[in-house]
């Protein structure tokens, strides 16, 4: 088995639930509560603040020091920015990386994605913030489903705020849309008080790969952003990776 363990979530560009911007609140609930999951890989979401510079507000060197991932870098928005269109990937130093680039997605609000091949486990993974609209929601999954098809075949795993309420996994990550069905159980993460909607998830079109999906309820992450963390496993064969 080649087994990870996925972090992802959305920082809410360090706007706490009391309305303050406060990067190190962010800092400290990686650190303290994030960090002990011992993640391979964290996905985050607007990691950069909305100006139309989208500058990155976090101390990225700590943030590599408490939880001991690496940023992907080269692949920001502007000179200002962590990541692109806000999603930054932090991977361990353990894995390797063969390809990785940014991918334009459509929408009212600019919306893009970050695309990582790794070797082992061999995998494709898409880090997204998705759209509220549901028809835009399926424009951008057809979109990453094109470019899948376009590259070498693997798993595929699609991860980040899918803005997806509902009790399934929807259109837009159905087969007719994005190309291949994409499967991965649901926990309640929005809005980080009162979690209600599963709207951050991890997919894979292996199904049962996902083999547990938890929210982190501690305090620090309800105080620091209006999302909670969710943090998978994520466990493939070896045969569901060759090719």
Known sequence: MDAL???SWNLHRGQGRDG??????ILGALETGLAPERPDIVVLQEADDESPRQAGFLDIAR?????GLRRLEGHEWGPHSHGFQ?????VSPALRVTH???????????????VL??????LRLVAVHLSLSLALRVVQMRTIGQFHARRPAMPLVVTGD???WRPWNGAPFSRRVAGVA????????????RPLLPLDRVLCDVPGAVTELRALREACFRDASDHLPVVAQLTLRPEATSG
């Open 182 to 193: 994409l499967h991965g159980p649901l926990v309640r993460s929005f809005p980080a008080v």
């Open 5 to 7: 363990t996925l972090a």
């Open 100 to 114: 990785a680039q940014p991918l334009d997605l459509p929408g009212v609000w600019p919306r893009g994605a970050l």
């Open 86 to 90: 806000g999603n930054v990937v932090l």
């Open 117 to 122: 091949d790794l070797l082992r486990p061999r």
């Open 20 to 25: 303050r911007v406060d990067p190190g609140r």
């Open 162 to 164: 899918l803005n997806e």
């Open 63 to 67: 943030v590599e020091s408490a939880t």
